[in-house]
């Protein structure tokens, strides 16, 4: 890049025309643009033994349906690298598909989620009345997710979190990895990123007659979309997550929160939990949000 911008700025100055030094930054920023704007993201796949990639153009003989909604889903910019480059969003997932292919859907891809999770007794261990074979093969969906999203796996680690890895909710139930975005309701307007927490949030839908504008950014403003070491999945704690928003002046050894004193309020916990602010998402009777 340095040595594209020294050519530039001689041939500028050899010339002596201010033109030829804009056309060179209008070609720069063309090529800075062309790179961001690259809709496929390479990736390495695992090797199988006595398996290949066949690539997801293969996968549309008999998965038409889905095929045809992959081609705008966000997983399907995943190529393999190399000289045989391929788009491979099918098998990025499910794994080598070249015998699945050639035995006619018989034999199944590598990484099959049609057997879902294994039963577990109250001691949390598999069922017994399943066979070791049937356990083996079962895998639950957000264990193949995990492999390439290894940040929110740890982020399920944490005190505070979604029930994912004890099976009551998958990925899927706010993700959609065949069709559109990743993002179950995502959209260009930041209300839509809102519907996959209300679908199982409902009441803090509103509209409410006093409504908090945090929720016009949406809900992971203050809360974390799979875990965190705060309560209710908080991305900080107590009032340290209001003072983002809400401006507070120390004057007199007293703490100003919109022009009232609250020096004494906030050693009482937090702005909700002490009684002051309880309806943090919309209030129907209260400005102050206070019910």
């Given at each position: 890049m340095r040595t594209f911008l020294q050519k530039i700025t001689a041939l500028a100055v050899r010339w002596g025309g201010r033109r030829l030094m804009i056309g060179g930054g209008i070609v720069l920023l063309l090529g800075v643009i062309s790179c961001t704007t690259v809709h496929r993201a390479v990736v390495v796949l695992p090797a199988y033994p006595g398996a290949k990639y066949v690539g997801s153009k293969e996968c549309?003989?008999?998965?038409?349906?889905?095929?045809?909604?992959?081609?705008?889903?966000?997983?399907?910019?995943?190529?393999?690298?190399?000289?045989?480059?391929?788009?491979?969003?099918?098998?990025?997932?499910?794994?080598?598909?070249?015998?699945?292919?050639?035995?006619?859907?018989?034999?199944?891809?590598?990484?099959?989620?049609?057997?879902?999770?294994p039963r577990l007794n109250s001691f949390g261990r598999v069922s017994l009345a399943q066979s070791p074979r049937a356990a083996e093969s079962a895998?639950?969906?957000?264990?193949?997710?995990?492999q390439c999203h290894a940040d929110v796996r740890g982020q399920f680690s944490l005190p505070n979190h979604h029930p994912v890895p004890e099976g009551r909710m998958s990925c899927m139930d706010c993700h959609s990895p065949h069709k559109a975005s990743v993002y179950k309701g995502g959209g260009t307007s930041l209300l839509t990123e809102n519907e996959?927490?209300?679908?199982?949030?409902?009441?803090?839908?509103?509209?409410?007659?006093?409504?908090?504008?945090?929720?016009?950014?949406?809900?992971?403003?203050?809360?974390?979309?799979?875990?965190s070491v705060n309560a209710k999945m908080l991305t900080a704690r107590n009032a340290t997550l209001c003072m983002k928003c809400h401006f507070q002046q120390v004057s007199g050894g007293r703490i100003l929160i919109g022009g009232s004193d609250h020096t004494?309020?906030?050693?009482?916990?937090?702005?909700?939990?002490?009684g002051c602010h309880e309806a943090v998402h919309g209030s129907r009777v209260s400005s102050s949000l206070r019910f």
């Open positions: 549309e003989q008999c998965h038409e349906e889905i095929t045809k909604t992959f081609a705008t889903a966000d997983h399907a910019r995943l190529v393999a690298s190399g000289p045989n480059a391929l788009a491979a969003g099918c098998e990025s997932c499910h794994g080598p598909c070249g015998a699945h292919e050639d035995s006619g859907g018989e034999i199944k891809p590598p990484y099959s989620f049609s057997s879902g999770r895998r639950a969906t957000e264990q193949v997710c995990f996959s927490c209300l679908a199982c949030h409902p009441s803090q839908r509103g509209p409410q007659v006093f409504e908090h504008e945090a929720m016009r950014e949406g809900c992971t403003v203050c809360h974390t979309a799979h875990g004494v309020r906030l050693q009482q916990g937090t702005c909700w939990n002490a």
